[in-house]
């Protein structure tokens, strides 16, 4: 009932990511139900359909990151003060948001079974003269239990991965050798410190529930300007990034001049090839995503580079800050759109199917809303920053030359690194 009345009472922005979540959920269920019906119409071909099946795979894992990313970024499930008092923990609200992502996807199964029934003619006659009969299985029945199984695939696996994602942390030491707790909330370990004065009996300085900040040192002008935070550390993944793409690079040339085997059976749209190709593309994806966020970083280091203004200090440490939460999203468009990039000789214009279409939209469509959502979460934690620096009397128009000088130095370290791999994954395929 908590979550019913949380996701009835939030803000426009707030429902339209959800109704996101409920799109791609419909469009994956679909590709699902899709998989089933090819199934039940070919029972003599069990290979295709379950390379059918599997490449409902890519649609899946965009879908359930994209409700991750939602989750995170929920204004009606973030901890405040006071819920701890009624009852509404870190763990409960990491229910709340878990129940939230459920309801949405839910949703958008019931809208991809009953668009799949219309199709198949089971709810009003067969549509568009009986162009989908062959293969949605019309005039077939539909096993219940499959069907049930598989559209429950994505509020399963999307619910599950959101409470495994928001799961409060355990007990740990506060950074002044108080007691507090971590939590795991919106990409943030936030840290919930309870201070007293030993041996004095007196109370602990802030509630629980609530986060400790510092008071200034005693002596000091109302108006000095608090030291600038430590540089974020880099993120790990930069080496393992750079050697997994290296790889898949690799993997892709030497199966290009190696013997074709068939290959999987793709999509009508895919450039056939061998295995390995398709082994090759899927390292490329993957270690585009790991060194995402060291590449970020970098990226702040350079804007700071060679003695920089406040401008560019500001941008820097911004994007060193918040490499580790829009790198990643940032790597998973950057794949995805050297795929795309790779793809485009098309064999003929005909081949480009309407589920081929349907999954290349909720790839591409989830990992775009996934990075547009990293942003907003990315403004969200640095909101108490920017409120902080406008008191200080810094410029509206100095914070959006700081937003834009990020953007720019995003663009132009990612966008002829996505143009070259994908120029370099394409090239085996050319031969």
């Known amino acids: 009932m908590l979550a019913l009345r949380l996701t009835r009472g939030a803000r426009p922005a707030v429902q339209l990511r959800r109704l996101l979540v409920t799109a ?241 059976a793709l999509p009508a749209a895919l450039p056939a090839g061998p295995t390995g190709v398709l082994v090759g593309w899927l390292l490329t994806a993957v270690g585009l995503a790991l060194a995402a966020p060291g590449l970020t970083h970098l990226c702040g280091l350079l804007l700071q580079a060679v003695r920089p203004g406040a401008l560019r200090l500001l941008a820097g440490r911004g994007l060193m800050a918040e490499a580790a939460r829009i790198g990643r999203p940032l790597g998973v468009v950057c794949a995805v759109a050297s795929a795309a990039y790779a793809m485009t000789p098309l064999p003929e214009p005909g081949s480009f199917g309407p589920l081929t279409a349907l999954g290349a939209a909720v790839v591409t469509g989830c990992a775009v809303a996934t990075l547009l959502t990293a942003a907003v979460e990315a403004r969200q934690d640095r909101a108490g920053t920017t409120a902080a620096l406008q008191r200080l009397g810094a410029p509206a128009s100095a914070l959006r030359a700081a937003a834009a000088l990020r953007a720019g130095a995003l663009l132009a370290v990612f966008g002829p690194l996505t143009l070259v791999v994908a120029e370099l994954a394409a090239l085996p395929l050319a031969r």
């Open 24 to 264: 791609a959920s419909a469009g994956t269920g679909f590709l699902l139900l899709c998989a089933l019906g090819y199934a039940l119409s070919h029972p003599d071909s069990p290979g295709d359909a379950t390379a059918r099946l599997a490449w409902c795979l890519p649609p899946l894992a965009a879908t359930v990151h994209l409700a991750v990313a939602v989750a995170r970024t929920d204004p009606g499930t973030r901890p405040r003060p006071g819920l701890a008092a009624v009852g509404l923990g870190p763990a409960r609200l990491m229910l709340v948001s878990a129940t939230t992502t459920a309801l949405s996807c839910v949703l958008g199964s019931m809208l991809a079974l009953l668009v799949f029934l219309h199709l198949r003619g089971d709810l009003t006659g067969m549509p568009f003269d009986g162009a989908a009969e062959e293969a949605l299985a019309a005039g077939t029945p539909l096993p219940v239990p499959g069907s049930l199984t598989l559209l429950a695939l994505v509020p399963l696996i999307a619910s599950a991965t959101v409470a495994f994602v928001l799961r409060p942390q355990g007990l740990g030491p506060a950074p002044d050798g108080g007691t507090g707790r971590s939590y795991g909330r919106f990409g943030a370990r936030v840290r919930e410190a309870v201070r007293g004065t030993p041996g004095t009996g007196q109370e602990p300085a802030s509630a629980p529930g609530t986060v400790a900040v510092e008071a200034p040192a005693a002596g000091a002008a109302p108006d000095t300007l608090p030291a600038l935070p430590e540089p974020s550390p880099a993120p790990k993944g930069l080496p393992w990034g750079v050697a997994v793409l290296a790889a898949g690079l690799a993997v892709e040339t030497y199966a290009a001049g190696a013997s074709d085997d068939g290959g999987p």
